[in-house]
């Protein structure tokens, strides 16, 4: 059994949440992010998952910092990045827009925050997309965010330790 000691020890568990389907367009962006970032980075725990809100939940779970990648549609310029504190506050739903997932990633990083299961460190990466038909490719301009934020990813977490 550990103790809180022993906790206060270990290095924190950082993890980076990649959202996304792969076969939507640019909704692919967040997939493809996690797959630059295990080229840059080793000892993180790197997730994919669709985006069904009680997955991301159970994602958050017993992490001390949370990086988090998704495709948004708030009508800014296809491959706009922006970049969210969640853990000072709320995004704003209309910085994400609407949400291919049904139960947007604003509403399930509050219902984290309601549970107090919100990481103490979260932030939201959102990628501007303008394409989500099924079967599409991913615009040149998401595609060309992906590695931009990669390398921001890097340093965020490199900086978090």
Do not use: Q
Not at 94 to 115: D, I, K, V, Y
Not at 117 to 127: N, W
């Amino acid at each position: 059994m550990s103790t809180g000691a022993d906790r206060a020890r270990e290095d924190p568990r950082i993890i980076v949440l990649c959202i996304g389907n792969p076969d939507r367009g640019d909704d692919a962006a967040g997939r493809a992010v996690a797959r630059a970032l295990r080229a840059l980075l080793a000892d993180v725990d790197i997730i994919e998952e669709e985006g069904e809100a009680t997955r991301v939940l159970a994602r958050l779970e017993g992490a001390d910092a949370a990086f988090i990648v998704d495709a948004c549609f708030s009508g800014a310029e296809p491959g706009e990045i922006r970049r969210f504190d969640a853990s000072a506050g709320p995004i704003p739903r209309a910085a994400l827009g609407a949400s291919t997932h049904g139960f947007g990633l604003a509403e399930a990083l509050e219902l984290a925050r309601a549970l107090g299961a919100l990481p103490s460190r979260c932030v939201v990466y959102a990628i501007e997309g303008g394409t989500f038909d099924i079967c599409a490719p991913m615009s040149p301009a998401v595609a060309a965010a992906v590695d931009i934020v990669a390398n921001r990813l890097r340093t965020d977490i490199l900086a978090n330790n």
